[in-house]
């Protein structure tokens, strides 16, 4: 299962069925302007690069096929990259996008790619993050959430201890992916801005 999900195409097409849902909180309330120095941590093989077109985009993914894939049908920048060791200049990015991707790291890989982040990110930027959230009852998403691919599915309260590490929380709601009105996943996303460390 997990091999047949490492084809980009097939990858593409199940996100493509269901990533309207995982997006929607982004599109309704992001208000970045056009222009705006955007990276994407685990930009896999280009899913939503149509919806950054209009900012200075960089995506990034430790696949060196999704990047390939991406490359091929996005006229924007691609790199091949590992988000927990990646090192940014400081100020770079008005915004991060990570959509799906923290489940994959334990907690100590997660707080790397928050200081990756917080290295690159402006102090007044966001970071729009869209995650996997382990149910606490069982439940066709919690049984879903415990054979993803992923190994590190969490619950709410932990996620938001893990963000709050590094990150002031501005906005957070929990969703629900699925089709005809049933529950496959639920997710959580969220809205970041770096705690002030100066002081």
């Given amino acids: 299962m997990r091999s047949i999900f490492g084809n980009p195409i097939v990858y593409h097409a199940l996100q493509s069925a269901v990533g309207e849902q995982k997006v929607a909180p982004f599109l309704e309330r992001s208000q970045l302007k056009s222009g705006c120095r955007l990276l994407e941590i685990g930009c896999g093989p280009g899913i939503h690069a149509h919806l ?9 993914d430790i696949s060196e096929k999704y990047i390939q894939h991406a490359r091929s049908r996005h006229q924007l920048a691609f790199e091949v990259a590992d988000a927990t060791s990646r090192k940014w200049a400081a100020n770079e990015f008005d915004a991060v996008f990570i959509h799906s991707v923290l489940h994959h790291l334990s907690d100590s890989q997660t707080l790397s790619v928050f ?3 917080v290295e690159g990110l402006k102090p007044d930027g966001l970071v729009y993050l869209t995650d996997l959230v382990l ?9 879903l959430a415990r054979i993803d691919r992923g190994d590190f599915a969490r619950e709410l309260t932990h996620w938001r201890e893990l963000l709050e590490t590094r990150f002031r929380i501005e906005w957070i709601q929990e969703l629900s992916v ?3 009105k049933v529950e496959f996943w639920k997710m959580f996303y969220a809205e ?8």
Avoid at 52 to 60: K, T, V
Avoid at 135 to 143: A, E, I
Avoid at 192 to 199: A, C, E, G, M, V
Wanted: net charge neutral; glycine share 6%.
């Fill in 178 to 180: 699925g089709f005809l």
């Fill in 52 to 60: 950054f077109s209009s900012y200075d985009y960089l995506g990034i």
């Fill in 192 to 199: 970041l801005r770096p705690r002030d460390t100066s002081h």
């Fill in 115 to 117: 200081d990756r982040i």
């Fill in 135 to 143: 149910p606490n009852t069982y439940s066709l998403s919690q049984l």
